[in-house]
């Protein structure tokens, strides 16, 4: 287990403790080696010791060597924390009343946004802050408020997972703040690629599939089916994608017909059940979910 020293950079200031169940996950990082056919691990460490028995997830780079968490790590309410994996300092990004989720970077690398429980349990809107913490930031869309996940795109606008019955995959204008509803019965997990299109899964008659949404076209095409247990995937390059099912990694080219192909096997670290998955260069992060 690392020996991480904790240095506190509080936004806010509270006292109050919002009990919450939340599964237990872990974040893993591993250095690699890419080739046409496996994934070669070179390291492997976990960053979550500091709070291995609590909820850390959704994990996002901020550079080369530190990533953002959303974790119930102080006093059990869930807030946004900064791990530096290089110098393995945890420093503390917000402390609020609502609870925090899902941190993600702006494409300039300015600003990163949440998904933000409100005080009452209920509402759950994205709310912004700037990088460097000079002010309390500012939530975006103060009248949609059932946010479950979101993706920023180039240009700032903003797709959205809806907690809703069923899913709703919505995009948001970060003009008019206008929200369209696109797909019902979507996965989690939202990607934009170099093109700024979006890749999602579209869960239809039973059968989960990656489609790619065109903004310009308005319509989606099929990428191929997904696994049949897998609801997060990661681009490994242009046109490849990784996805997980239990505690492996499989690996999908775009451009052919082959099929997912096993790209690592994480069950040799001891994970057995991988959810979420975020790569940078040469370096993996992994979320693993206790089952």
Not at 24 to 31: A, D, E, G, I, S
Request: glycine share 6%; with cysteine.
């Amino acid at each position: 287990m690392l020996n991480w020293k904790l240095l506190f950079i509080a936004l806010f200031i509270s006292n109050l403790c919002i009990g919450q169940n939340l599964p237990k996950t872990n974040v893993y990082l591993f250095t690699f080696i890419k080739d046409s056919e496996r994934l070669k691990i070179k390291e492997g460490k976990l960053l979550t010791g500091f709070n291995k028995e609590g909820y850390n997830n959704q994990p996002c780079f901020v550079d080369d060597n530190s990533i953002l968490i959303s974790s119930d790590y102080y006093d059990g309410n869930n807030e946004i924390i900064k791990l530096d994996f290089y110098e393995n300092i945890v420093y503390r990004i917000t402390k609020t009343l609502e609870k925090e989720y899902s941190p993600t970077l702006s494409s300039d690398q300015d600003y990163f946004t949440v998904v933000r429980v409100g005080k009452n349990g209920i509402d759950q809107n994205v709310h912004r802050y700037p990088m460097d913490l000079s002010d309390k930031g500012k939530t975006l869309f103060p009248d949609i408020k059932n946010v479950g996940y979101h993706c920023v795109d180039h240009f700032g606008n903003m797709y959205a997972f809806l907690v809703d019955e069923p899913h709703k995959l919505s995009f948001i204008d970060k003009d008019t703040k206008k929200s369209k509803v696109l797909f019902d019965n979507i996965g989690r997990t939202l990607k934009t690629d170099k093109y700024n299109s979006l890749l999602f899964v579209h869960k239809v008659n039973g059968k989960s599939i990656i489609k790619n949404f065109n903004p310009n076209t308005q319509k989606a095409t099929v990428v191929h089916p997904a696994l049949a247990n897998g609801e997060d995937f990661e681009y490994l390059s242009s046109n490849e994608m990784v996805m997980s099912d239990n505690g492996k990694l499989y690996k999908l080219n775009i451009s052919n017909n082959i099929g997912w192909r096993e790209y690592v096997d994480l069950s040799e670290y001891g994970l057995k059940n991988i959810t979420r998955i975020v790569i940078r260069k040469n370096k993996l992060l992994v979320v693993e979910q206790d089952i």
